[in-house]
């Protein structure tokens, strides 16, 4: 199946601060990207949508001027969390499809997952 | 999308099969049944994904009833690296573009020594 990379695979900031997250498709071109939440021991929660070269697509409830997505590539997406708070504290994965079919069967295929914690 | 329900946990012997049930009785005509597993502290993996007919590939069996109101994946042979949480999710589709795969809670899958 098609790779995706997430960096970094972790990371520990102070609060107050911002963390930027990158996710790359590394074999295969993304035209949309996904990023999802996960707190400990729930379901992963999708944050936003984004399409290559285009404003991304918030989730009801996802403040997008606190978690800033940009595609810039088709095989790049970032998420900065900005001004983190303890509470912003949780697993953050990406996804990412092809709609050209570069990855067989337009599925989904994820990112290992960066874990944030803020002090 | 249409939810689906499935049992919070289960637990499997080593080297027998894992039988792990779905159900999606509101699942429309056009909506297809994914299964995707979790290890712990990684990202979901695809495992299968169907309409109508039973599907099989390298990891998986996926068994849909006639009705499409239930599913099975089967693990023929579980390992011990199987143990995950397995999340079926219902969607229209198999283009990103018709619909997000939405996750419930999944099942908690233990392989047992």
Redesign the interface.
């Known amino acids: 199946g098609a790779v995706v990379s997430q960096h970094p695979s972790w990371v520990i900031c102070k609060s107050g601060t911002s963390v930027k997250i990158e996710c790359r498709s590394l074999d295969f071109q993304a035209t949309t990207m996904f990023w999802y939440r996960q707190f400990p021991k729930q379901s992963l929660m999708l944050m936003a949508t984004s399409n290559e070269g285009s404003k991304a697509t918030y989730e009801q409830g996802v403040e997008k001027d606190k978690f800033l997505i940009n595609h810039a590539s088709l095989t790049l997406s970032t998420l900065t969390v900005t001004s983190a708070h303890p509470e912003d504290s949780s697993f953050y994965i990406c996804s990412a499809s092809s709609l050209a079919g570069g990855t067989g069967y337009n599925e989904q295929f994820f990112g290992p997952g960066t874990r944030l914690t803020v002090l | 999308d249409a939810k689906t329900t499935q049992p919070p946990s289960m637990d499997c012997a080593e080297g027998r099969a894992a039988n792990l049930p779905c159900n999606h009785s509101t699942i429309s005509g056009n909506e297809y049944v994914y299964w995707y597993r979790?290890i712990h502290?990684?990202?979901?993996?695809?495992i299968i994904?169907g309409l109508k007919n039973n599907e099989t590939n390298e990891m998986a069996s996926l068994i849909i009833t006639e009705d499409r109101k239930s599913s099975t994946l089967i693990l023929p042979h579980a390992t011990l690296r199987d143990t995950a949480v397995y999340?079926c999710i219902v969607r229209v589709g198999?283009?990103?573009?018709q619909g997000?795969?939405?996750?419930?809670?999944?099942t908690k899958l233990s392989v047992k020594p």
């Not at chain 2, 502290?41 to 695809?46: L, T």
């Not at chain 2, 997000?100 to 999944?106: D, E, P, V």
């Open positions: 979790q502290s990684q990202g979901p993996q695809y994904h999340y198999v283009s990103v573009s997000n795969l939405i996750f419930g809670k999944g």
